[in-house]
């Protein structure tokens, strides 16, 4: 009795498990990895020349179920990327606003050690001038 599938993907599975399959960027020297693209039919020296995977448009239905969940998880998307956006705007106010808090800070810092100089310039100069009255 054939089971079909399940005896495919068993006899499958034995097989890769004898393979021991490896990635492509497994291998050690460029002679071992010359020889397995050779093997697929590509030439190691032109691996620029290798054409780049382009996925092919599948058809889905509007009426297939598959078309909601696939409608559901766009949406999904877009929310989880708008929270992001949004949370980074955020991020950026809150920031220039620390920035700008820090800034009038340090101004004012600025302006009372300015003021602080100021007053100790004048209160010497008070001393000074009534010590030279206090001679004369």
Known sequence: ?????????????????????RSFSSYKTKKELG??????????????????????????????????????????????MGIIGSATGRNEAVLITELEAKKTDELEALEARILKLEQGQVEREAKKNDAFFQKY
């Open 35 to 80: 020889e397995v693209l050779r093997k697929y039919g590509i030439d190691s020296n032109e691996i620029t020349k290798i054409p780049p995977f382009e996925p092919e448009p599948v058809e889905i239905d509007d009426e297939d179920e598959e078309a909601e969940e696939l409608e559901q998880c766009i949406t999904e998307i877009k929310r989880r």
């Open 1 to 21: 009795m054939k089971l079909g599938p399940a005896t495919a993907l068993v006899d499958f599975a034995k097989e890769c498990k004898e393979k021991k399959l």
